[in-house]
């Protein structure tokens, strides 16, 4: 099955600094990932779709300018905390679609990143 | 607007006992739903997709069906190691997005 890695798995920051986490698909190539966020017993939370080499479209109520998403390439997408406070710790899941086109395919999740802001 | 419901929220079973968890969905004209498996501070892993009311998928001690308006994933004698949160997500045709419950929690008892 595809593989999506993410990385760092764990991070731990001083509030008002920035953390980035690295989303990689390692077997196939990712036009469009997915960011999302999730707190303890609650759902995905979708941030963003990230589409290669475009601007990511957000989802209402996520700031672009405190979560910035790169897709510089095909295999690549990165989430930057910027500024990050303790309201910011969570835990991050990337995931990428197989396929494209008219028709979607599945998700394939990284193994998410916990963000915890002190 | 588009909305997945699953029930119940959390699930204890002894090994063995077959039950099923239910995903209810709202949405615009449905291009996919999805069962995913969440184990503990990991993603989720994928485990099916349906995409037409009648339609059925099985795997290991999984069966996944769907209707119309809802979702069961049906576990049969299911083992300890099932033990983990359940997933329902759902498309929308015409839509990038999918959308999650908040998953069914899940632990089978030895």
């Known amino acids: 099955g595809a593989v999506v890695s993410q990385h760092p798995s764990r991070v731990i920051c001083k509030s008002g600094t920035s953390v980035k986490i690295e989303c990689r698909s390692l077997d196939f190539q990712a036009t469009t990932m997915f960011w999302y966020r999730q707190f303890p017993k609650q759902s995905l939370m979708l941030m963003a779709t990230s589409n290669e080499g475009s601007k990511a479209t957000y989802e209402q109520g996520v700031e672009k300018d405190k979560f910035l998403i790169n897709h510089a390439s095909l295999t690549l997408s990165t989430l930057t905390v910027t500024s990050a406070h303790p309201e910011d710790s969570s835990f991050y899941i990337c995931?990428?679609?197989?396929?494209?086109?008219?028709?979607?395919?599945?998700?394939?999740f990284g193994e998410g990143s916990r963000l915890t802001v002190l | 607007e588009d909305q997945v419901t699953q029930s119940p929220e959390a699930l204890r079973l002894q090994e063995g006992e077959s039950s099923s968890l239910n995903c209810s969905y709202t949405?615009?004209?449905?291009?996919?739903l999805f069962w995913y498996r969440q184990d503990p501070g990991k993603g989720p892993e994928f485990l099916f997709t349906l995409y037409s009311a009648g339609e059925e998928k099985e795997k290991e001690r999984l069966k996944a069906t769907l209707t119309k308006k809802e979702s069961f994933l049906h576990i049969t004698a299911p083992k300890p190691e099932d033990s983990a949160t359940y997933l329902c997500?759902?498309?929308?045709?015409?839509?990038?997005?999918?959308?999650f419950g908040k998953g069914t929690r899940l632990h089978i008892l030895p």
């Open positions: 949405v615009s004209g449905l291009r996919g």
């Open positions: 995931s990428a679609r197989v396929g494209g086109g008219a028709f979607t395919g599945e998700l394939f």
């Open positions: 997500a759902v498309q929308a045709a015409g839509d990038d997005k999918i959308i």
